[in-house]
């Protein structure tokens, strides 16, 4: 029998259309692995789909367990509508019991993914231009967001 993934994050469609992200990084919640294995893929839920997407997974080891170290990230796709999988340029090796968040940033502003209701999730969003993401995370000129994104990786022994 072959050893089980982990799928982590927010796997529903969530109701409210969320546009208006050009040139912004949003992350969160933070999640935390159950197994070892890689993050090879980040999956995001796109309402409507405009320009392009970039994802990342920042490790959770700023203050107070806020996202700092850049991970992995992917390189540029075009917005699809719908699910949209995109890989990570180089998996992402995770042990059980890490702590990371997920990121994507966008370049168009029509592109919406779908947020939950206003719930304690914790997460950031701050200004950063479309591009390659930051390494660190610049938490510093962040706000808190305190919606569930539809957004989710999956875990591969």
Request: include cysteine.
């Amino acid at each position: 029998m072959g050893k089980a993934f982990q799928l982590i994050g927010e796997f529903t469609v969530c109701a409210v259309d969320d546009p208006g992200n050009q040139d912004v990084l949003c992350v969160g919640p933070s999640i935390v692995a159950t197994i070892d294995g890689q993050i090879q893929s980040l999956t995001l839920f796109v309402g409507t789909a405009a320009g392009n997407i970039r994802v990342a997974v920042y490790a959770a080891d700023g203050t107070g367990g806020a996202p700092d170290t850049l991970l992995g990230e992917s390189a540029s796709v075009a917005a699809v509508e719908g699910w949209q999988t995109i890989p990570l340029v180089a998996p992402v090796p995770v042990s059980a019991g890490d702590g990371f968040w997920l990121a994507c940033n966008f370049d168009d502003g029509g592109c919406a993914t779908r947020l939950g209701a206003i719930d304690s999730a914790v997460g950031h969003i701050v200004a950063q231009a479309y591009g390659a993401m930051p390494d660190p995370f610049p938490l510093g000129g962040s706000t808190p967001g305190n919606r569930t994104r539809s957004f989710y990786c999956l875990i591969n022994p």
